[in-house]
Nanobody, 115 residues
Framework: QVQLVESGGGLVQAGGSLRLSCAASGYIFGIGLMGWYRQAPGKQRELVASITGGGSTNYADSVKGRFTIARDNAKRTVHLQMNSLKPEDTAVFYC?????????WGKGTLVTVSS
């Protein structure tokens, strides 16, 4: 059974940093696409960043240069380092694992950026 557990969210001032982590279990971690999505109040869930099993990354334009996604296959974790945070980054952040046509989600972790 695939399980994704996020951690690292919290309250931070604008300009600050946070590091989110996603601990994965229940599948072969080195295969498949891992990603971070976010959903702000009243908005649709959107892709923030993704990383393939081979380490290729993709970022939303709004976070390029500020966020970095990385995976540690030995520890079965995916991290999202978020720097220069802005109030508009406030959202619930979700870890995602995509295996073929199926998506798996964590329960999310709240990030609040105060101005």
């Amino acid at each position: 059974q695939v399980q994704l557990v996020e951690s690292g969210g919290g309250l931070v001032q604008a300009g600050g940093s946070l590091r989110l982590s996603c601990a994965a279990s229940g599948y072969i971690f080195g295969i498949g696409l891992m990603g971070w999505y976010r959903q702000a109040p009243g908005k649709q869930r959107e892709l923030v960043a993704s990383i393939t099993g081979g380490g290729s990354t993709n970022y939303a334009d709004s976070v390029k240069g500020r966020f970095t996604i990385a995976r540690d296959n030995a520890k079965r974790t995916v991290h999202l380092q978020m720097n220069s945070l802005k109030p508009e980054d406030t959202a619930v952040f979700y870890c995602n694992y995509r295996a073929g046509a199926r998506d798996y989600w964590g329960k999310g972790t709240l990030v609040t950026v105060s101005s």
